[in-house]
């Protein structure tokens, strides 16, 4: 993969490099918020041409090696598109079952409260282990559409077999935050790093 274009509408039309997506923070200019959770339209080339897999706004993340790009769609969440470079698809990955769910009940937030299927929320860099990047993928369930009480946790993607680590080092607790002084009562989100 040669390149990544992403157009943002009602913004700037931006072109990025390879090297972009090896440290995307350092453009603070471009994208001053959590780079990871920007949605955009995506196009890329390979080969001399030019592909795009959805003409809707999409979360996406680039593999390490640039062979691929992972997709989470804006209206279905419950699945993660992986795309070789020339766009066909090289996994449909449905979210995994939570793990440590221990680690909620012990502060007494219980999976099966939550009615709503797990959703793939967004990505989230990389996580290597035994020598090897896996692709962080943050996967949530809600108890409404809102999104103001819900547990989530990062995943740890194998993007060569669409497989899934069996744990995770980091798990949320969304609640709403009745105490901010917010008239429009904002959402809190509280990261325990296991």
């Not at 993969?1 to 913004?11: A, C, F, R, S």
């Not at 995994?96 to 221990?102: I, Y």
């Not at 980091?170 to 989100?189: L, V, Y």
Request: hydrophobic share 35%; glycine share 4%; net charge negative.
């Amino acid at each position: 993969m040669e390149y990544i274009e992403t157009l943002k509408p009602g913004n700037a039309y931006f072109k990025f490099n390879v090297l972009f997506y090896i440290n995307p923070k350092q453009e603070k200019d471009i994208f001053p918020g959590y780079f990871y959770n920007y949605e955009s339209i995506v196009i890329w080339k390979h080969d001399n041409r030019k592909y795009m897999y959805s003409t809707e706004l999409v979360r996406h993340m680039p593999f390490p090696d640039f062979n691929g790009i992972a997709f989470i769609g804006r209206t279905d969440k419950t699945k993660l598109i992986i795309c070789n470079p020339d766009s066909t698809e090289k996994f449909i990955i449905s979210p995994p079952d939570f793990v440590h769910v221990d680690e909620y009940e012990r502060r007494e937030f219980y999976a099966h409260f939550f009615k709503n299927p797990i959703i793939f929320e967004s990505f989230d860099d990389y996580f290597e282990y035994n020598n090897k990047k896996y692709l962080t993928v943050k996967i949530s369930k809600y108890e409404n559409e809102y999104h103001d009480l819900g547990i989530s946790q990062l995943r740890y993607l194998d993007v060569e077999t669409g497989e899934f680590l069996p744990f995770t080092k980091t798990i949320f607790i969304t609640t709403t935050d009745f105490e901010s002084g917010n008239p429009h009562i904002a959402s809190r989100n509280e990261k325990i790093d296991l």
